[in-house]
């Protein structure tokens, strides 16, 4: 499908008006591009939108405009009401009859956001198209699958990039028309500047008159041609004239002298702005130039940028035949690029994600291996930025890999320097993520009713505050007298280390004890970490819970009751104990799909080794925090 042959926009139409909500009659949306307009801004003009009842015998098209309109409804649903509104304009015949069933709907230009308004410029298009290819539309970055950019992968079809109009905020686009209006009433202002510039006079020989003719009086004809002069008469007609004549002569005089100042004075006014034209105009000459000897060094500089990236390139798709290399684990373009890769190996989809969270989170910059080899020529390995340090520590907790195999990745020799760059760095992210996951001492009544999910209330689980569940990790047994009794754990019948672990309803944690040994019951953890007055949830609220946790409204601050399944104190249960159990049941998942999500951290699923024992504790804390930062709420608010 070529967006070239029928996927444009039939062009742009001055005099028709725009059919959004916001540009109706008399309302600001109209106003902004009416004013547009009289700035001769291309954002002034209206893009003819598709029609969805055509009818074409190209599939492709007519798929891809049911899309277009669906991509639409999302940002805008009133535009979409009035293009389902028109009237089927395929007819076998136009007549005047059937001329009436021709309807059309418009856009304004300005509902186009400013990335696809200057793309758009830039190619000297006059119409905005309805669809650019993925490759084109990521080169211009308007297009990034995993979101970011202005459109992703929810706007692709068939491989093309619906361009619908995104920017319907009046309020923010009064700031845009009024630097437009500015901008061409300073243009305006430099031509007419230019066209006062003073021009170079034609000088005339003036002609010289016989001393017998005397002075002739110009008539009105010759005053309008050359301007104000002075009406003169020489001496001996003066003294023959009466009193009454040589008054009126001196009257008329006086006259002359005083629009002839008057003239000389608007000319002088007149030649001072043109003087003043002349200094703006040399002022803005000397700082084009400046700005012109700028962009040469920027040119020369991009020369050496894109020489640069030639030779990165070449590395790159060497990396591809390579495999895992200390170069292709830290570059965008290596083998990360592959959203599976980057998450077995990290634990995020999305590398470029993983890079802004963690120089958000720990203030290290981004760096790349700068070559392919990790080891200097003498043998020694190369020195490791803290980026790198990070993501091999990421890498030992999403997979089994031992520190050998780990350093092997990432160019070093030596288990010692792997090991010390987890134990600094391990801890780090685990407190991290306890600081992502334990917010419950910020969370006051308002925010437990906004975070609480429609089906509770549907379903009539009101002022449900959290959910508790207890989790036992399998471990290598300790030949220790004392630690060996204490990790048996009832539930699992084997070694473990145990926590408890509360979420709210929509899947967020906001609380979580530490790691002990599984000899301890979920009671008695409970009650200690009540203790410490960490379990602080509104007046009134319940605790979803299992039946390990009957009786536990002690261990909290306000003695919440816990919600748990009925008991069976009865042959067998009643209608009402059903349905209970049933209600409570079945909103009790999301407890366990947050312990799934903490699991997803390769080294806490199966059984934990000695060597992990020392950080489990920080991969616990990391886990927690990750499942809220990676996933999204799991019912609906």
């Given amino acids: ?112 956001d400013a990335k696809v308004l200057a793309h758009v410029t830039s190619k000297g298009l006059r119409s905005i198209p309805k669809a650019m290819s993925v490759e084109e539309a990521t080169k211009a970055g308007l297009y990034h699958a995993q979101g970011g950019n202005l459109y992703s992968s929810v706007d692709v079809k068939n491989n093309q990039v619906a361009i619908v109009p995104t920017r319907f905020d009046v309020k923010e686009e009064q700031k845009s028309v009024k630097i437009a209006e500015e901008w061409h009433k300073h243009k305006q202002i ?11 006079l034609n000088k005339k020989r003036t002609s010289i008159s016989s001393p017998e003719q005397d002075a002739v009086v110009p008539d009105n ?32 005089l006086n006259h002359d002298i005083n629009n002839y100042k008057q003239s000389r004075e608007e000319e002088r006014v007149e030649l001072a702005h043109l003087l003043d034209a002349e200094s703006v105009i040399a002022t803005n000459l000397t700082e084009n130039k400046k700005i012109l000897e700028s962009n040469m060094k920027d040119l020369s500089k991009l020369k050496k940028i894109k020489e640069e990236n030639i030779q990165l ?35 995020f989809k999305d590398f470029d994600f993983m890079i802004g969270f963690i120089e958000a989170a720990f203030e290290v910059e ?30 030992y907790m999403n997979t089994n890999w031992n520190m ?49 999910p429609a089906s509770y209330k549907e379903l009539g689980l009101r002022r449900v505050a959290a959910l508790v569940d207890g989790k036992d990790f399998l471990t290598e047994t300790s030949r220790d007298r004392v ?76 003695y919440n009751t816990t919600l748990h ?19 409570i049941c079945q909103k009790r998942y999301s407890c366990e799909v947050v312990y799934s999500r903490v699991t997803r951290i390769l080294k806490l699923s199966g059984v934990i080794g000695k060597e992990s024992f020392s950080h489990f504790e920080a991969m616990v804390g990391w886990a927690h925090g990750r499942a809220n930062l990676c996933y999204t709420p799991l019912q609906k608010l």
Wanted: proline share 4%.
């Fill in 190 to 200: 430099i031509q007419k500047l230019a066209a006062k510039a003073p021009k170079r």
């Fill in 313 to 347: 390139k070449e590395q790159v798709s060497a990396l591809q035949t390579k495999g895992f290399t200390r170069l292709s684990l830290t570059s965008k373009d290596g083998v990360c690029k592959r959203s599976a890769i980057c998450k077995q190996l990290y634990g």
């Fill in 221 to 252: 004809a010759s005053k309008k041609k050359k301007g104000p002069v002075l009406d003169t008469v020489d001496l001996d007609r003066f003294f023959r004239m009466s009193k009454e004549g040589q008054k009126s002569s001196l009257s008329k």
């Fill in 1 to 112: 499908m070529n967006p070239n042959d029928h996927f444009h926009f039939d062009g742009t139409y001055r005099r028709n008006t725009c059919s959004c909500s916001c540009c109706g009659q008399h309302s600001e949306g109209r106003k902004i591009t009416t004013r547009y307009k009289k700035s001769t801004d291309f954002r002034g003009n209206v893009q003819q939108l598709p029609n969805p009842k055509m009818s074409s015998r190209k599939k492709d098209e007519k798929e891809f405009i049911n899309h277009y309109i669906h991509r639409m409804k999302d940002h805008h649903n009133s535009t979409v009401e009035t293009v389902d509104s028109r009237k089927n304009y395929a007819v076998s015949r136009v007549t005047r009859q059937t001329q009436d069933q021709k309807t059309f709907s418009y856009i304004a230009t300005w509902h186009w």
């Fill in 366 to 395: 981004y760096t790349r291996c700068d070559s392919d080899t990790p080891y200097t020529a003498s043998g020694s390995c190369k020195p490791m930025t803290d980026f790198e340090k990070i993501l091999l520590t990421l890498t």
């Fill in 404 to 452: 050998e195999t780990i350093g092997v990745m990432f160019g070093i020799k030596s288990r010692t320097t792997v090991s010390s760059y987890v134990n600094y760095w391990l801890p780090l992210l685990g407190e991290c993520g306890d600081h992502m996951s334990d917010f419950l001492h910020f969370m006051d009544v308002e925010a437990f009713d906004k975070l609480e």
């Fill in 483 to 558: 630690y060996n009794p204490a990790q048996a754990s009832n539930k699992m019948h084997a070694s473990a280390f145990r926590l408890l672990t509360w979420s709210l309803p929509c899947g967020a944690v906001v609380e979580r004890t530490i790691a002990f040994l599984a000899r301890a019951s979920e009671k008695a953890l409970m009650n200690l970490w009540g203790s410490y007055d960490r379990l602080v949830f509104p007046v009134n609220y319940l605790i979803l819970g299992d039946k390990g946790f009957d009786n536990t409204a002690g261990c909290y601050f306000n």
């Fill in 565 to 583: 399944p009925s008991f069976l104190t009865n042959p067998e249960f009643n209608r009402d104990q059903v349905n209970h159990n049933v209600r």
